[in-house]
């Protein structure tokens, strides 16, 4: 989110500053038109880099993801050390009819560290409802992912529901909802760089 927003608020501040100067009655020159195109490339690139480090790091989470899946089915006690911790579903993307699995965040209460959203394969069927639980393993040099704890009874991933801290944690802490302050300063960015590229072009004339 760090990147994503500059990349693209502030190149559409200045085409909206530099389409802004346009409308304003006076001489016109080419500089305006520059300005917007230049913001416009700034605004493709910014998605360009924003699509490619998103494909990277998902692709990087589903790739450590396959390896704790297949140490799991290859040997089970490589995995029972791990850390087992109580977490509460977050979300669950939408997958293809044919996937062989689905990629659920959670978020796990891991004690005096915290709480933790972790990503987690499941059975393609059937999809868990929204704020259930479930006990997980978590990778201890990983703390990214986690898998299901095989060895953990339906109970025992109801029980993870009722954690006192996850089920203190507000929708936009467990991933349910969005809080939009965290958008203010990058919007206030994007404000800045329209008012400012407007100014300056009107200077400019």
């Known amino acids: 989110m760090r990147v994503v927003l500059p990349l693209q608020l502030i190149p559409a501040g200045v085409m909206l500053g530099g389409v802004a100067s346009l409308l304003v009655p006076g001489e016109l020159t080419l500089v305006p038109v520059l300005v917007i195109a230049a913001a416009w490339v700034a605004w493709m690139v910014g998605t360009l880099v924003t699509l490619t480090v998103m494909a990277r790091e998902e692709a990087g989470l589903q790739h450590r993801l396959s390896a704790a899946s297949a140490l799991l089915a290859a040997d089970p006690g490589a995995v029972s050390s791990w850390p087992r ?72 991933h109801a029980a993870a529901a009722h954690d006192p801290v996850l089920t203190g944690l507000s929708r936009a802490q467990r991933g349910v909802a969005f809080e939009s302050r965290r958008l203010l300063p990058w919007i206030g960015a994007g404000a800045a760089a329209l008012v400012l590229t407007f100014l300056l072009l009107l200077l400019a004339r």
């Not at 987690?120 to 639980?133: E, I, K, Y």
């Open 85 to 156: 911790v109580p977490a509460i579903l977050s979300r669950v993307p939408r997958a293809g009819k044919r996937a062989p699995f689905r990629t659920a965040m959670y978020v796990a209460d891991l004690g005096a560290r915290g709480t933790l959203p972790v990503a987690v394969r499941l059975a393609p069927q059937p999809v868990p409802t929204q704020d259930s639980g479930a006990r997980l393993l978590l990778h201890p040099h990983d703390p990214a992912i986690a898998l299901l704890d095989p060895a953990a009874t339906a109970g025992d």
